[in-house]
């Protein structure tokens, strides 16, 4: 996948950090903080791309990946506050209280293309499943290896590595792929198609797992929304007999 960006060169003091935003905002796409549940709303577009933002977070170590989300289409469903999406490798050592001083220091950025490897994205999400298993025989999961979380200046914090990020686009891209087949959504009904599984942080309540639902819904108005394989535009009605 071809990914159209924008890069930004922010300063703190004598570091330089390296983050990167899609260069169109994904306007049907809104997400919201786990509290333990949260919601990953999409349509197919923005599904899809976040997908490559996650492959492309899962290489980029030392690039923190920003997703402006709180800007587009406000949902019609769904409860809790309505955040942004940072994805930071556990090895950069951010601290989300930093976070709101580089946001204001961003500035205009440089535009930026890369392009995703679905096939070393998928490979790389078959290595975190494998150790996942093995993992589960053994009861001791390696925390580093999953996706932990927090919400801090109205952005949901993803902090995780190589492997579970090409997971987690693998997830998102076979929600793309299969959401707009799903029964009823072209009537504007979302639909469930995934959960990421999030670590809980420490403290929490022990309730409900933490996690973050992830859902199609085509945007209205629904008139516009074709299945895969359907024509493009609906045949014209015949013309009534003179």
Request: aromatic share 6%; charged share 25%.
């Amino acid at each position: 996948m071809r990914l159209r960006l924008r890069e930004f060169r922010p300063r703190t003091g004598p570091h330089e950090h390296r983050v990167v935003q899609p260069r169109q905002p994904l306007r049907h796409t809104s997400l919201r903080a786990p509290e333990p549940i949260g919601l990953l709303l999409g349509d197919h577009d923005g599904l899809n791309r976040l997908a490559g933002l996650f492959s492309f977070a899962a290489r980029s170590r030392h690039t923190l990946v920003h997703v402006p989300l709180r800007g587009g289409v406000p949902p019609d469903e769904g409860v809790g506050d309505l955040v942004d999406l940072l994805l930071v490798h556990h090895t950069y050592g951010l601290r989300p209280s930093t976070w709101p001083a580089l946001r204001r220091s961003l500035g205009p950025g440089v535009p930026l293309s890369a392009r995703t490897d679905e096939a070393r994205t998928a490979r790389d999400a078959a290595a975190w499943r494998a150790r996942q298993r093995w993992s589960g025989r053994q009861e001791r999961p390696d925390r580093r290896d999953e996706l932990r979380h927090t919400t801090h200046a109205r952005t949901l914090f993803l902090f995780g590595g190589r492997d579970v990020f090409a997971e987690t686009a693998t997830c998102l891209a076979h929600a793309a792929g299969w959401g707009p087949r799903q029964k009823d959504v072209a009537k504007g009904y979302m639909r469930l198609m995934t959960a990421l599984p999030l670590v809980e942080p420490p403290g929490g309540g022990g309730g409900h797992p933490d996690e973050v639902m992830v859902c199609f819904k085509a945007y209205p108005p629904y008139a516009h929304f074709r299945r895969p394989g359907e024509p493009a535009s609906r045949p014209r009605r015949p013309a009534a007999a003179p």
